[in-house]
């Protein structure tokens, strides 16, 4: 059974760092992508980092790029989330998300196979 499990995420102040992580078990996906996503009640949920796990190429939304890095580990598989200088509408629901195989777009919920159970992260301003 694939599972992936985020923690990290707590309430932090505005321009605090926080680093999210990411460990899934079940299977590797060494021929596929992770990435974050988050989302706040009533929105969308959001693209922000992915990863492609052989080439290690990154790809980042452009609302977080320079913030925020997406990086990897082969054991345990994991991927982390580096966020820096954080704002209050960083506040949301972190969830962690990998796919079997590359697609085009990275940055589509619908390019994931399986998603984490997500990790809350709050900035106060």
């Known amino acids: 059974q694939v599972q992936l499990v985020e923690s990290g995420g707590r309430l932090v102040q505005a321009g605090d760092s926080l680093r999210l992580s990411c460990v899934a078990s079940g299977r590797t996906f060494s021929t596929g992508r992770m990435a974050w996503f988050r989302q706040v009640p009533g929105k969308e949920r959001e693209f922000l980092a992915a990863?492609?796990?052989?080439?290690?190429?990154?790809f980042y939304t452009n609302s977080v790029q320079g913030r925020f890095t997406i990086s990897k580990e082969n054991a345990p598989n994991g991927v982390f989330l580096r966020m820096n200088s954080l704002k209050p509408e960083d506040t949301a629901v972190y969830y962690c998300?990998?796919?079997?195989?590359?697609?085009?777009?990275?940055?589509?919920?619908?390019?994931?196979?399986?998603w984490g159970q997500g990790t809350q992260v709050t900035v106060s301003s």
């Open positions: 998300a990998a796919s079997q195989y590359l697609t085009s777009s990275y940055f589509a919920s619908e390019s994931y196979d399986f």
């Open positions: 990863i492609t796990w052989r080439s290690g190429e990154t």
